[in-house]
């Protein structure tokens, strides 16, 4: 019982919390060494007629929509938390109209190459003419 629950663990997606079978056919796949050892699971259902199976199955494609639910939750919820994270390490920072400024020099081809590490990675100062936007600025 142990081990099933382990392998269980093991499948389910970090961050859905569920395993993808599981959100597309309402219920935990059989692996091959249950139907070997004959599990619990697969006891259960061998003494179930045919009547009682369907309706299980129909039950479980009925909870198959909160599964889903419960997922699209749980991958919002941990899009929050990684937000929340990357918000701590970035510093916001805002400039005003006729504030001076350095503006950052991109090495991308940019750059004297005879300078090496010595060259300076920003330029200016620049004043700001007008503020857009979106924090864009108009120097």
């Given at each position: ?78 899009k929050i938390r ?17 504030e001076l400024v350095w503006k ?36």
């Amino acid at each position: 019982m142990n081990q099933s629950l382990w392998v269980y663990q093991m499948a389910c997606h970090g961050s859905t919390k569920f395993s993808p079978y599981q959100l597309v056919y309402g219920h935990d796949a059989v692996l091959p060494w249950e139907i070997d050892t004959g599990s619990r699971r697969m006891a259960f259902q061998e003494n179930l007629k045919a009547n009682d199976y369907k309706s299980l199955m129909i039950d479980n494609l009925e909870d198959l929509n909160y599964h889903r639910l419960r997922a699209l939750e749980n991958v919002e919820a941990n899009k929050i938390r990684i937000a929340r994270h990357y918000d701590k390490k970035v510093k916001h920072k805002e400039f005003y109209e006729e504030e001076l400024v350095w503006k950052l020099v991109l090495s991308i081809g940019s750059k004297d190459s005879k300078y090496g590490k010595w060259l300076s990675n920003w330029e200016g100062p620049y004043r700001v003419s007008r503020c857009i936007l979106g924090n864009a600025y108009i120097l």
